[in-house]
């Protein structure tokens, strides 16, 4: 049910079927009905976040059966018996994903709101990419719009999320730049 | 004095206070938020940029019933946001003066509706002749605002300019340019306004500066105080951008849920937000700069004019931050600045990162290069020759009294960058390269704080209590929207309490619950908030040694212990201050003289472009920025307030145009107005030196806006380094290359030594 009552699942469209964060889900609603609006509105998952409406920003990045997409471009009948991931999806039993984890020791997130598609991009480059290289780490997010942080520790904290992956996943301590230190990318 | 002192808290990077919620996906900005019976709110607005509305008429096809509209009539209060002056409407009422101007007001259960609707309201006008340009507006052939189109002027004057010139060895002239900007907060501008007759308005939204929502809501509904309520949102980003606009955006929704007695939720899309909402005002800087023969400054004679838009909203603040940043950390004898802020029918400009330095220090530091050149002199060693120095006073003849190191920094960011080498080896390869590399550098400062007096007008008031749970609130009106007030103010109370940083948390802002502790902006939380909650928690400390045997020494538990004592005895427990001014600031808001600001912030930028003479694009290879921002609270997110505005800049500089036509934005959207992406950021080394600044919270100065001023001189300049051409006006896009590339034989460079 939506605030003015009305129910935002609707019988007189047809189901669709598909996986979110493991969880079978049913939606009947207008097949042309944005992916994203079905997340946020239906579904309720509400960190998916939109910032341009046009496929620019990244904002509303999901993984769709291994592939990452916009959200906000996706009518939500292509989503049909699909396998999607979205940042509520990412930390497991309460735990920290290890991207997670890199971002909130490495300052990769500012405001939040490109973080969540950022994560989604990051997790969808890590799979393909388990080790990536600074120019791969650039291009896996090139589609990601970050306006706060000039992405110097997003790209910090992809890497650091690589090389957790390989080590120990979990760091106690967080990373101090000295104030000598030369902070940038590579 | 507490600056020198170790910490435990401060001076380490603690992870974000709110971090888990945003990586989780938890974080309720405003559009994650539903109420009760909810509707959504849509606006009608102007499609001309200066007239008489003859009439509004409704489509007999739509079921206007269903919906809620609003008209200027239904303002309870006054039709006026006002932010310094009562100019600006918060709905036109017969009259528009810019494209976009909100006229009516549209609400409906369903969303979609609204779009239709949208477009069958139709609004006929009486054209009126519009001004598009400072040009025209400062000819005052045509009046659109007040008596002269003069929304601001100011005029600061040190020693004697017109004696001056004479006495020159060199007399060097300029005119540089800059353009509008768009903040591009990833998260468009929203509220969520509701109605109750018993507790009149309530408004969650995305903003930062919570009082200054409520002060326009009591306005626009002639409330109290107590009918009144504004409730920050997780806000995804602001820039400046969510300082002024979002009073108009609230008293919207707030007209909108009175009269349909439905909360009103109104979040723009991108296109509406780019296309109605602020941008940085547009610039054009003259300067006339005598040296004499030793290439010492003798006289600085700056002509500095924006363009304010249609309204006043806070271009005479910004105007001022210009002036006051226009002479560059540069010691001058004679100095004039003539400022004007020029009304015209572009939407209004406001509030951005920076308040106005960016434009002006952008002029001054491409000007040095300039001067530089003309005396055949190393731009390196122009600059050196003239900084001020501790003892030296600046422009407003404010005393330099606080130690200063604009030497070291210069070296620091020569020798990191290897400047010297890699000019003159660019020097040497760029005659048989069709890409073109230089070298540039800015050299610049920032005031912290309100200008002049400002802070003792703003009375901030901020401070700490200990709630039931012992738990130590922070109480401010200071908004976190990425750049970090949660985690440093929370550091603060917590060094200076003795106790760990879990005690501490931050109260909700809302003006239910927290004192006005003044506007988050001004790189001033750090610095001067920062500052009052030190003070209170100190005074915390001594409240409890007095009434409730807290010790000369005590640990974490003794301290809890201490204030329950303190509770069960006397109730509650809080400790609230106002700011108080360093001693010795004298400022004549008049004469434009005295002491500025309370404290800089001083940078060397450096920049590293490539420029390729066959597709005209440049290229930021690498970029250092070496800054002195008094005591560093936390290196982490220091160091990202440092890139992520370098990187605005970047974009400022070479990327981020907007398309004015007819008044009306033509490239409002995301594909069409491009910032830097992942690919295009370059290395960013940054660089701290520390001088804590003694009246600022665990020795703070402003750390914010300081990084946008800097990247766009400091790429132009490299820019000339490479080609040989002076480009004058930002943003510098490819076109613009190719125009003064092809254009331009490169300029005669006189022999370096």
């Known amino acids: 049910m939506n605030a003015n009552g009305r129910a935002r699942t609707d019988a007189h469209w047809p189901a669709i079927r598909f996986t979110v964060n493991g969880e079978i889900r049913t939606v009947n609603v207008p097949p042309m009905k944005r992916l994203l609006d079905v997340l946020r509105e239906d579904l309720h998952l509400t960190g998916t976040k939109e910032g341009c409406g046009e496929g620019e920003c990244g904002s509303c990045s999901v993984r769709m059966n291994d592939e990452l997409v916009n959200s906000c471009l996706v009518p939500v009948l292509q989503a049909e018996g699909a396998d999607i991931q979205t940042v509520e999806g990412l930390a497991l039993d309460g735990e920290l994903h290890p991207l997670q984890e890199a971002f909130l020791q490495n300052g990769g997130a500012q405001c939040g709101i490109c973080t969540p598609g950022m994560l989604m991009a990051a997790a969808q480059l890590l799979a393909h990419r388990p080790h990536p290289s600074e120019a791969e780490i650039r291009e896996g997010l090139a589609g990601n719009l970050c306006r706060c942080t000039g992405f110097v520790r997003i790209f910090e904290s992809v890497a650091a999320a690589a090389g957790a992956s390989e080590s120990e996943p979990a760091k106690e301590s967080v990373k101090e730049p000295k104030m000598e230190q030369t902070n940038h990318a590579r | 004095m507490s600056t020198h002192a170790t910490t435990r808290i401060v001076g380490t990077s603690v992870p974000r206070k709110e971090g888990v919620d945003k990586l989780v996906g938890r974080a309720c900005y405003v559009d994650d938020m539903e109420r009760e019976g909810m509707w959504y709110g849509a606006t009608v607005r102007s499609t001309i940029p200066r ?157 930062q500066c919570p009082y200054y929502v409520f002060k326009a809501l009591r306005g626009v509904f002639d409330l109290p105080e107590d009918k009144v309520r504004v409730v920050q949102t997780e806000t995804g980003g602001a820039f400046g951008g969510k300082e002024d606009y979002p009073s108009i955006l609230a008293c919207h929704a707030a007209l909108l849920a009175k009269k349909s007695g439905h909360p009103v939720k ?243 802002p809302d003006t239910n619950m927290v004192p006005n502790s003044g506007p988050t902006v001004a790189s001033r939380t750090s610095m001067v908030v920062g500052r009052l909650i030190e003070r209170a928690s100190l005074q915390l400390i001594s409240l409890l040694r007095e009434q409730a045997n807290l010790g000369a020494t005590y640990t974490r538990e ?159 300049n490299a820019i000339r380094d490479a080609t040989g051409v002076s480009f004058t006006s930002i943003p510098l896009l490819p076109e613009d290359l190719y125009a003064g590339l092809a254009a331009s034989q490169p300029v005669e460079e006189p022999a370096l030594p």
């Open chain 2, 51 to 207: 007239g008489l509305i003859r009439s509004i008429a409704f489509d007999r096809r739509i079921d206007w019933s269903q919906f809620t509209v609003v008209t200027a009539a239904d303002i309870p209060g006054e039709n006026i946001i006002q932010l310094i002056i009562a100019d600006q409407p918060c709905l036109a009422d017969g009259k528009v003066n810019h494209c976009e101007e909100p006229i009516l007001l549209l609400a409906h259960p369903d969303k979609h509706k609204l779009r239709e609707a949208l477009g069958g309201v139709k609004i006929e006008y009486d054209p009126l002749p519009p001004v598009f340009s400072i040009e025209e507006s400062e000819r005052q052939d045509l009046i659109v605002w007040g008596a002269d189109n003069l929304l601001k002027s100011f005029l600061l004057e040190k020693g004697d300019v017109d004696s001056a010139w004479a006495r020159a060895a060199n007399i060097v002239e300029g005119e540089y340019c800059t353009g509008g900007q768009e903040h591009l907060y990833i998260e468009n501008q929203g509220v969520i306004a509701e109605y109750s007759a018993e507790d009149e308005v309530t408004v969650w939204g995305s903003l």
């Open chain 2, 266 to 508: 109104m979040v723009y899309d991108r296109m509406e937000d780019l296309a109605v909402t602020t941008k940085r005002h547009p610039a054009r800087v003259r300067h006339r700069t005598a040296l004499d023969k030793n290439g010492k400054l003798l006289a600085m004679e700056i002509h500095l004019d924006t363009d304010g838009g249609a309204y006043a909203t806070l271009s005479s603040t910004v105007l001022s931050r210009a002036t006051l940043h226009s002479t560059g950390p540069y010691l001058c004898p004679n100095v004039r600045v003539r400022a004007h802020s020029w009304a015209t029918n572009h939407v209004p400009y406001g509030a951005f990162r920076g308040f106005g330095a960016p434009q002006a220090v952008f002029a001054m530091e491409r000007h040095m290069d300039e001067v530089a050149a003309a005396l055949g002199l190393d731009p390196i060693e122009l600059r050196r020759r003239n900084f001020l120095h501790e003892g030296d006073t600046n422009a407003t003849e404010q005393l330099m009294r606080e130690p200063m190191m604009l030497d070291q920094l210069l070296d620091r960011a020569l020798q990191e960058s290897d400047y010297h080498a890699k000019r003159s080896q660019f020097a040497r390869e760029n005659a048989r390269n069709p890409v073109k590399r230089g070298m540039g550098i800015a050299a610049f400062y920032h005031g912290s704080g309100f200008t002049g007096s400002g802070e003792l007008y703003l009375n901030s008031l901020g401070g700490v209590d200990v709630t039931p749970e012992g738990k130590v609130r922070v109480l401010v009106s200071n908004t976190e929207f990425g750049q970090g007030t949660n985690t440093i103010l929370t550091q603060i109370a917590a060094e200076a309490l003795g106790i760990e940083y879990s005690d501490v948390t931050m109260a909700a």
């Open chain 2, 558 to 716: 003794e301290f809890l212990a201490a204030c329950e004592r303190y509770r069960a005895a006397h109730g509650e427990l809080s400790s609230m201050c106002h700011y108080e001014a360093p001693p010795g600031i004298y400022w004549d808001d008049q004469k434009y003289h005295g002491e500025s600001y309370g404290a800089y912030a001083w940078a060397i930028y450096v920049a590293q472009v490539a420029v390729d003479t066959v597709t005209y694009s440049a290229e930021v290879e690498d970029f250092w920025a070496v800054q002195e921002v008094g005591r560093v609270l936390h290196p982490v997110m220091a160091a990202g307030q440092i890139e992520g505005g370098i990187a605005q800049g970047i974009g400022y500089a070479l990327y981020e145009k907007v398309v004015l036509a007819d008044g009306r934005m033509t490239n409002n959207q995301m594909t069409n107005y491009i910032m830097p992406t992942a690919e295009d950021v370059p290395p960013i080394h940054v660089y701290f030196e520390e001088i804590p600044f003694r009246y600022g919270g665990f020795g703070a100065k402003g750390i914010g806006e300081l990084p946008h001023d800097g990247p766009a001189p400091a790429i132009l």
